[in-house]
């Protein structure tokens, strides 16, 4: 569990609920004694329910619940994650590389890979471990004119319009052979 006090603008504590690193639940409130409340029953053993009845500020998305049951494979946890994103600050400003993400999830053989992002940019790995190391295929990078960029070691090969037809590109150049990431 993490617990960002006020500051900075910001008049409210933000509440992180994580399990193994992945953060499940988040919620912002002023109410200290509600932040010991959920404190108290997500350390003490709660589920994401029963700490949402003590703490009612804890938010959470149905995948959450889903894996909090039936825990996620990495690549799988790793996906829902980043696409969860959208709906939680300062993310929530950024609809474009979503839209990326979004119809990159769509394709199964690109769903199988580790998604990885940096500065709003998207590519795949084979490796759940030292993935921006091991990527296949090329980058995808939302540019602010509105396109979308392909991008194979740093040179341009293709500007698309959409989200899909940037993806349907980066599929189609995928190497033939690879499994899912391991």
């Known amino acids: 569990m993490m617990v960002y006090p006020p500051g900075e603008g910001r008049r409210t504590f933000q ?12 919620g912002w409130t002023a109410d200290m004694a509600e932040v010991v409340r959920a404190t108290a029953a997500w350390t003490g053993g709660a589920g994401l329910e ?16 889903v894996h909090e049951r039936e825990p996620f494979g990495v690549v799988e946890l790793a996906w829902r994650v980043k696409l969860d994103r959208i ?5 929530d400003r950024h609809p474009r590389p979503h839209a990326m993400l979004a119809a990159a999830y769509a394709q199964p053989v690109l769903r199988q890979l580790m998604p990885v992002n940096s500065h709003f940019n998207l590519w795949f790995s084979t490796r759940v471990e030292e993935f921006r190391k091991t990527r296949v295929g090329y980058i995808i990078c939302p540019y ?13 090969v293709a500007r698309t319009k ?8 980066v599929v189609a150049a995928l190497p ?7």
């Open 15 to 26: 509440v992180n609920l994580q399990d193994n690193g992945t953060r499940l639940a988040c």
């Open 50 to 65: 029963e700490t949402r009845a003590c703490a009612p500020f804890v938010q959470f998305r149905p995948w959450a619940l």
């Open 87 to 91: 709906h939680m600050p300062p993310y």
């Open 144 to 156: 602010d004119e509105g396109l979308y960029g392909v991008r194979n070691e740093g040179e341009l």
């Open 162 to 169: 959409t989200p899909e037809e940037a993806v349907a590109f």
């Open 176 to 182: 033939e052979g690879f499994g899912p990431a391991s």
